[in-house]
């Protein structure tokens, strides 16, 4: 019964991030999670763990207890439970149970690989107890590396603060399947985990409405967002300045005056910085499926 409403209210939240008409929704409508690892943290103080800087993103939900929180030079932070936090960047940063508790490094500690990238950790000495999630992840889409260059080190998302219903919702399920130990429990943890990590980037994008320059702004311009929305699309095109203006549906010369005002950079710029952001992905790609090729006859 559980796993039907689940279903369901994944599918609807997923519609409720893409709205039909504007080009922010475009470019976060593809937005899904790879590549994640899970790992239940079940810990007793005094424990701390330190997590070095990655490429990829961290996320942690206090499923049960207190912890505190600190990243680079930021004063510490309480999590409590229900609090979610994106560290979108993998900046390093420490959890533990006190403000100012000694962590171990990961590789300190003792991890028990309970199945495909999802792990178990008991640590700790026997008192006060606390459960956390912790995940590493990658985003699947590449239009969303823009977001994450413009977001703060990190995002926290209060259980009790937010306003939204369907995440505090969703992080009782996500707390009641951690306590459960059910079979499957690392699959439905993933996909509830695409799901909130969604609404708490969108939290973030709503609270930033404000903006007037910047690549948000942009975004949200009805002709310049559609440019964006389409260089992002499409990266291999060439995209000279006359055919971006045409999907902006403006002059050239008002185009590149707009584009250059919001996002502080001339079109041909931007287009030239986007590809050698994804360069080394598309490679990685190429290398890959050429691999692929050249062993599929031993197969």
């Known amino acids: 019964m559980i796993y039907d409403i689940l279903s369901e209210m994944i599918d609807r939240s997923s519609d409720s991030i893409r709205p039909r008409t504007d080009s922010l929704s475009q470019v976060l409508k593809d937005f899904r999670?790879?590549?994640?690892?899970?790992?239940?943290?079940?810990?007793?103080?005094?424990?701390?763990?330190?997590?070095?800087?990655?490429?990829?993103?961290?996320?942690?939900?206090?499923?049960?207890?207190?912890?505190?929180l600190r990243v680079q030079k930021d004063r510490p932070t309480l999590l409590q439970t229900g609090d979610v936090v994106l560290v979108p960047r993998?900046?390093?940063?420490s959890l533990s149970d006190s403000r100012r508790g000694r962590s171990k490094t990961l590789d300190e500690l003792p991890l028990v690989e309970i199945g495909d990238r999802t792990y178990l950790l008991k640590e700790g000495g026997g008192g006060h107890r606390a459960t956390l999630v912790c995940s590493s992840v990658s985003f699947e889409e590449p239009t969303i590396h823009p977001l994450l260059e413009l977001m703060p080190t990190m995002?926290?998302?209060?259980?009790?603060?937010?306003?939204?219903?369907?995440?505090r919702t969703l992080l009782d399920v996500m707390a009641d399947e951690i306590k459960s130990e059910r079979v499957g429990n690392a699959t439905v943890m993933t996909r509830l985990a695409d799901v909130v990590i969604a609404r708490v980037v969108r939290s973030w994008v709503e609270s930033r409405k404000g903006d007037t320059s910047g690549w948000l702004a942009a975004i949200r311009d009805p002709k310049i967002g559609r440019a964006l929305a389409a260089i992002h699309r499409e990266p291999g095109n060439s995209w000279p300045v006359e055919?971006?203006?045409?999907?902006?549906?403006i002059s050239r010369s008002l185009f590149s005056e707009r584009f250059t005002a919001l996002v502080g950079v001339p079109p041909a710029r931007y287009v030239t910085r986007w590809r050698m952001h994804l360069a080394p992905r598309l490679a990685a790609e190429r290398s890959a499926n050429s691999g692929r090729s050249r062993g599929a006859p031993g197969l």
């Open 33 to 68: 999670l790879s590549g994640a690892s899970y790992g239940r943290c079940d810990l007793s103080s005094p424990w701390g763990i330190e997590f070095p800087p990655q490429q990829d993103a961290r996320f942690h939900f206090v499923v049960d207890g207190a912890c505190w």
């Open 155 to 167: 995002l926290l998302v209060r259980k009790e603060g937010t306003k939204e219903s369907t995440l």
């Open 90 to 93: 993998g900046t390093g940063h």
């Open 243 to 249: 055919a971006l203006a045409k999907v902006a549906t």
